[in-house]
Each structure stands twice: as structure tokens, then as C-alpha cells.
């Protein structure tokens, strides 16, 4: 289905609006306006959180796509897709994925346009619920990555408040 003159122009302004957020927020960022694409670097409270934003035209969303900065061993991939699956058991907006081939670890969003314009109120919910999301699970899941422990004790012991900070500290390293 060809894309209409409407969907590009609504496309545009959603874009405009986020690069404006951005700029509002003085956030330091690329953008590709042929491609409606932006791209930054925001610090977590531990692991830096890149994040790709890609407005589609065509699909009438906004997609917010962030590569978490680890690859998962191959003998732990098992119990960081347990990990990952306990975690958007709780989400509303947003999940994890992990690519079990390759051991890659992604959060991904979606704000959907057709037929509206979304306000920058509601582009602010979207960028700083993923980057809050993704601070919140980025170490737990690079802690799973890098033990022996099974996914259930490390969330176990995460919900207890066990995990100290020496044992967070060693892997962050």
C-alpha cells in the first residue's frame, strides 16, 4: 500500500516534535531527516542507554529501539530469556528480547500515530519510560550473564533486596 502525502506529513511532524524535545531538553543526539531516524546516547545510573528512534510513515509508529551493551555467553542464554520473559511479565509499555543465536539483548517500544498527532508530552512518556525501564533491568541482566546462577535466584534474591552492592560492583566492572 503506497504511502499517502497525510501519513508522510504526519510522519514529519512527529519527528519534529521529538527532535524539538530533545532540543528543549538540551539532549545531545543525531538525527537523519531523510530516514526520520534520531539517535543518542543517554548515561543510566550505571550503563550508558543508546537509543534509536525511527518514526515510520508507512507504519504510522514511532519505534524506539535500544541495544543493550552485552552479549549473553552462550551457556547463560537460557536463563537470560527466563530473565528477560520475568521482566516483561511486568511491563506495560515496552519489552526485552534477546536474539538466542546471537546472544544480542534489545528493548523495544512502539508509539503509534495513524490519524493523530502525538504530543510531546506523550514523546517524553515514551523516551524516558524506556530509557527508566531499561536503567531499571540493564545491570540485573548483566548480572545473570555474568554468574552461575539461575534467572529465578538472581530475581529472587533481586525482589529480597540480596544482590549486594560489592556482587553488582564485580560485574559492572
Known amino acids: 500500500m503506497a504511502v499517502t502525502l497525510k501519513q508522510k506529513r504526519l510522519a514529519k511532524d512527529v519527528f519534529k516534535s521529538l527532535c524539538e524535545l530533545f532540543d528543549e531538553n538540551k539532549f ?8 526520520l531516524c534520531v539517535d543518542l546516547v543517554m548515561q543510566g545510573d ?6 534509536s528512534i525511527i518514526v515510520s510513515s508507512e507504519l504510522q509508529v ?3 529501539v535500544s541495544h543493550l551493551p552485552f552479549i549473553v555467553p552462550q551457556d547463560r542464554r537460557a536463563a537470560m530469556a ?13 519489552s526485552f528480547e534477546m536474539n538466542y543465536l546471537t546472544g544480542e539483548v534489545n528493548f523495544r517500544m512502539t508509539a503509534h500515530f495513524e490519524n493523530s498527532m502525538i504530543s ?4 517524553r512518556y515514551f523516551v524516558f519510560t524506556a530509557c527508566k525501564t ?5 545491570d540485573k541482566f548483566l548480572f545473570v550473564t555474568k554468574n552461575d546462577m539461575t534467572a529465578e535466584q538472581v530475581i529472587a534474591r533481586y525482589e529480597k533486596g540480596t544482590i549486594t552492592e560489592a556482587e553488582m560492583n564485580y560485574i559492572l566492572e
Do not use: C, F
Not at 83 to 93: G, L, P, Q, R, W
Not at 120 to 123: H, R, S, V
Open 120 to 123: 510531546k508530552d506523550l514523546l
Open 62 to 64: 514511532a519505534l524506539l
Open 46 to 51: 550505571d550503563i550508558p542507554i543508546g537509543l
Open 28 to 35: 545531545k543526539y543525531t538525527k537523519d531527516k531523510d530516514r
Open 134 to 138: 531499561i536503567d531499571m533491568y540493564n
Open 82 to 94: 527466563v530473565a528477560a520473559n520475568e521482566a516483561n511479565s511486568y511491563m506495560i509499555d515496552g
